[in-house]
């Protein structure tokens, strides 16, 4: 048995009701701006960050958006199918790009890689086409 410092229940209930210090990294003149701005309007640091910490909190949960129901297989075909449309756009600027190449430079490893992403796209497009078919 370990003998120790154990800290007694009643402790340990005190320090898990504490705050949990965080600290944050600004450049020193923004540092020194709030820290002006806080005593002027005598506020303490710590509300403001707080407060801050709380409403930006409430904007980023509240921007999100339900995930999408794909509980049905028209639902789930047509977002395959709008994931085709996605990949063909891309193909489509990646086929721009490679013939933007110079002929000189058509043998290059830009030129084949292009060709290899293009051919890659056709086969995941024709799988994807496939699979939404079924």
Request: aromatic share 8%.
């Amino acid at each position: 048995m370990i003998k120790g410092n154990a800290p007694t229940q009643p402790q340990q209930n005190q320090d898990s009701r504490r705050l949990k210090q965080v600290k944050v990294s600004v450049a020193a003149d923004i540092a020194s701006a709030f820290k002006g701005a806080c005593a002027v309007s005598g506020a303490s640091m710590a509300s403001e960050l707080s407060r801050f910490m709380a409403d930006y909190s409430k904007t980023g949960f509240s921007k999100r958006k339900p995930p999408p129901d794909y509980s049905t297989k028209r639902q789930r075909r047509a977002a395959i199918h709008k994931f085709v449309r996605h990949l063909e756009q891309i193909r489509d600027c990646e086929e721009q790009y490679r013939d933007r190449i110079p002929e000189n430079l058509q043998g290059a490893a830009a030129f084949d890689s292009a060709e290899e992403f293009i051919s890659s796209l056709e086969t995941a497009i024709e799988a994807l086409d496939y699979i939404a078919s079924i």
